[in-house]
């Protein structure tokens, strides 16, 4: 038994070790891919987040579909990819609600009254809704972080305050949790992340924020070294939640990853689950300052 227990341990650790490379060459391609998208503007990058929006949505609804609940899917898909793409044509929260709240409406209502009393429609409807504003309404934030700065550097730098809190400490956790995790942070959940790893993670978005504050500050961004730690250790926690909250989604459909997309790294929901609450919790707390 111990002997064929330690198999298994070297089988896991040589696919964990295989595993690696192809983790950082697809966020190296990642990371590059986001640098030039902000470069080239606003409404390129609302173009590009609109279908990571809409295929964040087809990941929710094929999830939700292996539980055999049926979803407004096509309408869901489209009405996801609007909410980025309103947010580069006007700039400011208050429009992208004014515009796309009455159009998912109109784009909804049809299908709806067409579900069918005995399939339960309103989890249907519900789950309809939530998949389209669960990946659109909250990328839409990061077009709106761009548009702060305008079709400029000082844009790109505002976006890539909490790209780069997650990311750091995304990395942090990710190794810290690997080499040191002992203690699960949420089993039932997340059987992999460790407090461990969630404590590094947390540090890393901290550090992260405190030695990315020269760009924030030349970007218009009003912040001291407190306020900038603070604002990492916000995006931290938000960030984490959002990690926690897709792994309950993929708990509760029965799938490992959202979809196959990305080579070692999953589906869209999978490398973004993150940055969707960090996203506008980071335009919140700047539009507040």
Known sequence: ???????????????????LPRRVAVAVAGIAVVFV?????????????????????????????????ATLSRTGIIWAASFPLVAGLAGTPEWVFAVTVPLGLVLLLPGALRLR?????????????FGAAYPGALLSFAVLLRAMGGDRWEGMAILFFPLVAIWVGDTAAYFVGRTYGKRALAPRLSPRKTWEGAVAGFLGSVLAALMYLPAARWAGM?????????????????????????????????????SELLPGHGGVLDRVDSLLFAFPVTYLLLRLR
């Not at 009393?117 to 809704?129: D, K, N, R, W, Y």
């Open 1 to 19: 038994m111990a002997r064929g227990a330690g198999r298994r341990e070297l089988r896991g650790e040589g696919r964990r070790g295989q595993e």
């Open 37 to 69: 998208v902000a470069y080239l503007g606003r409404m390129v990058l609302a173009v590009v987040a609109a279908l990571l929006a809409a295929l964040g949505a087809r990941e929710f609804y094929g999830m939700v579909a292996r539980k055999g609940i």
């Open 117 to 129: 009393p005995e399939s339960g429609p309103a989890t249907e409807l519900a789950l309809s809704v």
């Open 222 to 258: 009003d912040l001291g070294p407190a306020a900038a730690a603070l604002l990492g250790a916000i995006v931290a926690i938000a960030g984490q939640g959002g990690d926690l909250l897709e792994s309950l989604l993929k708990r509760d459909c029965g799938v490992k990853d959202s």
